[in-house]
């Protein structure tokens, strides 16, 4: 037992004294060790950038097996509609499922093509992919079919890994399964978008916000 004190010891300082600075230079490496995602995706801090309002209609494209459609659920309340898009069959059965499980009356899992997320036109207040810009095929021309989706000031929100990471996250990215942030941004740009901001305190990803570029300034973000 006693030869575990020294070992302990070692873990302790090391788990409490790296990293804990800002952004992406330096990561809490017990934070991620002990929270599994939660560690470095920070979702209360993407929530609060996200600024979600009551009502508000938030699409997610890409939506997994649904690490945020609880939180954006919360967030629009009764009177907004989360749209969880996934093309993956057999998730778009769990998704229901779970959806219909927890009572989520304003979430709507919808089968969308790859081409097309199947979204009501003009309907969507907020876009958001999180780890899934990388997956999609011809983004410029999906991002574009996306416009008669968006209502006049939405904002489309970009979460991706990012290829510069540091340890331990990087230990766990699969490489390849990112996007370089300046792509997201040149891309988006072709698509017709002006990116209206960018955070950097996620260690694992580039965190990118975009508005039509024909979106004036009294629409964009209208609902905040
Ligand atoms: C790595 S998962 C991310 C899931 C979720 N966004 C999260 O943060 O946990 C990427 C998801 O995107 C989906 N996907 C891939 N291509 C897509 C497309 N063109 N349209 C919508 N979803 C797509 C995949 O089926 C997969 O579930």
């Known amino acids: 037992m006693i030869k575990f004190v020294p070992l302990f010891l070692w873990l302790t300082i090391v788990l409490t004294s790296v990293g804990c600075g800002g952004g992406l230079a330096k990561v809490d490496v017990a934070r991620v060790i002990t929270s599994g995602r939660d560690g470095w995706q920070h979702p209360e801090r993407v929530m609060e950038v996200l600024d979600l309002r009551p009502g508000d209609r938030v699409a997610e494209i890409g939506a997994?097996?649904?690490?945020?459609?609880?939180?954006?659920?919360?967030?629009?309340?009764?009177?907004?509609?989360?749209?969880?898009?996934?093309?993956?069959?057999?998730?778009?059965?769990?998704?229901?499922?779970?959806?219909?499980?927890?009572?989520?009356?304003?979430?709507?899992?919808?089968?969308?093509?790859?081409?097309?997320?199947?979204?009501?036109?003009?309907?969507?207040?907020?876009?958001?992919?999180?780890?899934?810009?990388?997956?999609?095929?011809?983004?410029?021309?999906?991002f574009r079919r996306l416009h008669a989706d968006l209502s006049p000031g939405a904002r489309i929100v970009h979460l991706d890994d990012r290829p510069d990471a540091p340890?331990?996250?990087?230990?766990?990215?699969?490489?390849?399964?990112?996007?370089?942030?300046?792509?997201?941004?040149?891309?988006?740009?072709?698509?017709?978008?002006?990116?209206?901001?960018?955070?950097d305190f996620l260690p694992a990803q580039s965190f990118q916000v975009f508005a039509l570029e024909d979106a004036s300034p009294d629409t964009f973000g209208a609902s905040r």
């Open 167 to 199: 340890a331990p996250i990087s230990w766990f990215q699969s490489s390849g399964h990112w996007t370089e942030p300046a792509l997201i941004a040149s891309e988006m740009r072709e698509a017709g978008y002006v990116r209206v901001a960018a955070y």
């Open 64 to 142: 997994g097996s649904g690490y945020w459609i609880a939180r954006l659920a919360e967030a629009v309340g009764p009177t907004g509609r989360v749209y969880a898009v996934e093309v993956e069959p057999g998730l778009v059965g769990a998704l229901e499922e779970w959806v219909a499980h927890e009572g989520f009356d304003n979430v709507e899992v919808v089968y969308g093509a790859y081409d097309d997320p199947g979204l009501p036109d003009g309907a969507i207040d907020v876009a958001m992919t999180c780890l899934t810009y990388h997956h999609i095929e011809d983004r410029v021309v999906y």
